[in-house]
């Protein structure tokens, strides 16, 4: 799911630029992801061997995606977030299912760094 994900978060990253940091959290892995990182392009803070890092914010399994806003306040789950299975998604794997998944997750999280930043600017 991560793998398939991520090029939508690196499209947030650069859309928003400086506005939106993205940490990527490894997890249950011990293999370096820098190299993956580099060879797609993504410019993600790596924070290694963050298992325990998982706990405060309601993480339990991967993908595992929050927003946080300046004042530490989580103002997205993904764990929240309920979509309709399209006919026959039982059936496929993990990277297809993100594929299709990846879309919708983007234009939430999308939709919740606006209101985040529309907040932010307001008087």
């Not at 997890?27 to 992801?33: A, G, K």
Request: with cysteine; charged share 25%.
């Amino acid at each position: 799911f991560c793998k398939a994900f991520m090029p939508h978060l690196q499209s947030i990253r650069d859309e928003y630029g400086d506005a939106v940091t993205i940490y990527a959290l490894q997890i249950r892995d011990d293999e370096d992801p820098r190299p993956y990182f580099a060879e797609n392009g993504f410019d993600f803070e790596l924070i290694p061997n963050a298992d325990a890092a998982m706990a405060p914010y309601g993480m339990r399994s991967t993908p595992g995606l929050v927003l946080v806003d300046g004042a530490g306040q989580i103002r997205f789950n993904l764990y929240d977030v309920v979509l309709q299975d399209p006919p026959g998604y039982a059936d496929l794997g993990n990277r297809a299912k993100a594929a299709r998944r990846g879309p919708a997750w983007a234009a939430r999280l999308r939709q919740e760094i606006d209101t985040v930043l529309e907040g932010a600017a307001a008087p």
